[in-house]
């Protein structure tokens, strides 16, 4: 007999809790929030053959299911304290579900955060996975936090994970090293989690890399009602990026998608205190424009000159990507 | 130019905070918990196929995919504050979408709870929503909670989901008005949030019946440590179902799934007080059996004698119907 949903649960999705009143095992999760905490909140979908490829390592795939939506509540600086894994599957597959579940526990546990609910279903490959995170009341970083004058931040390097995606499409080909150090960035992104609880009090605004630099920079323009003047030779590249032609160079840094870096704002007088809470938690952070008033998005090259907009376009899941 | 995820969202899915401290349209959500309260969260996955069918009007889909999470929160006795909403669709259709809308938000108004963030993405059509109540911190009603000596009762009418099912597949015909009757029950299940919360200090433990009364009844039985006896003939049943031959009258009774009432227990000197809370919420309660020291489920006539268990088996999404 196949294994069934509740055995599925029981084998690979199901620990005691440690901070949930009540984990896994009835019809809701029992949570207990600590007095004066807000909750964060935020849910994202991965589908197959639109967030993942299907030659994905299972253990891969579920580290990246639980980072990206940990770097939602990095950006918001929340600190991660449980989530709900909703799982369609097409078929029970134990090397698949054992390696999904393994990738999955060892991000949880470098986080603290405890599964405490879901469900399973036959269907279409599908991961749906809701976070929630505590942080003191009024102290969320926003998207709409930022103001002229701040300076415009970014953690990590950028566009890696287009670039692998752009291998994978058969695009170009990288020597062994170096696709595996890319593909390492699309399949492994490192939420960050840290950098954004040491920004609680110093940026103005923050929002995670997922759709592309230009796309989720919109964001906060809109949100926060500024312009943003952005310097392209700062940009954050690696080596492996670095040594491509410019125009996928621009492809991958401005339109990339699947960076979960943190894009953020802080008043020019904290620099310092951004570049010291980028140490404290080992992440690089770089300090890539500045927020005008006024409105649009201007780019400009290592001498102040504007660049020709292009193609900065964000990756809209429903129209497609406007290249 | 096709409408885009973020025009989707904003024209379907948003709407102002009423109770969040933050709704849609950051990273995260933020929510504010009442303090001494506890919060119970589920979620649950729908997939096209498994848990509706493609012809189902779009109206009902949004009323059924936001029920079936508010019936886990009525098992907990929790009050309905917030969900999130993933949405994975393989093609932007205006008249889907706003029918969806429509089923969901009166729904949701109907409970006063509110939207407060998720994800829409292109693939096969799967509804992932995951919802937020809250009660007063040690009042959940949960399944551990049976005890030997209560009596064991069930919410409104059972099987007439599975019955419309039946139809659908062709097994059976009915006339359009008893067909239309269970039909609704299938796609439009009433949650019982209102009952679950008037049963709080007076049911010793509940479950919502998703997978068929005997299998979820099961959930109780092994959390509980308790045998039950359940008496058939007390089970409450639709005049259409109850015209239908004995043996599907049993299938769809005992593991006919999508019933979303509540099962529960309570003590036997609470009888009048269960009867009253389901009269003060307008919801019919039936006494259906009685809770007893050791295992087992046993299933007695109007005599009083056993009824061999046969096919009594709660529906499994992988190990598929055992009948």
Redesign the interface.
Known sequence: ??????D?IARWFTRPARQA??GV?????????R?G???????????????FLSTVDPRRLGHKALAVNLS??A??G?TPV?F??????PR?DEGFLSGFAEGMWALADAHGIEL?????????L?I?I?V??ELP?GQ?L???GARAGDELWVSGCLGDARLALEVFRGALALPAADFESVRRAMECPQPRVALGQALRGVATS???LSDGLVGDLGHILR?AGVGVRLDWSRLPRSEVLAAQPPALQQQCLLAGGDDYELLFTAPADRHAQVLAAGASVGVPVTHIGAVLAGEGLTIVDARGVAIEPGAWRGF?????E?R
Do not use: K
């Open positions: 007999m196949p294994l069934g949903e509740f599925l009143v009540l095992g009835d019809d809701c999760a029992l949570l207990q929030p007095v905490c807000q909750w964060a909140v935020s849910s994202d979908m991965l589908v197959e053959g639109r967030h939602d509540l950006a918001c929340a449980a709900t894994l909703a799982l369609a599957l029970v405490v609910g879901g469900d399973t279903t036959a269907g279409p599908n749906c809701t929630f995170g009341a969320a926003l998207r709409s923050a929002i995670d949100r809209d899941h429903f129209a497609g406007a």
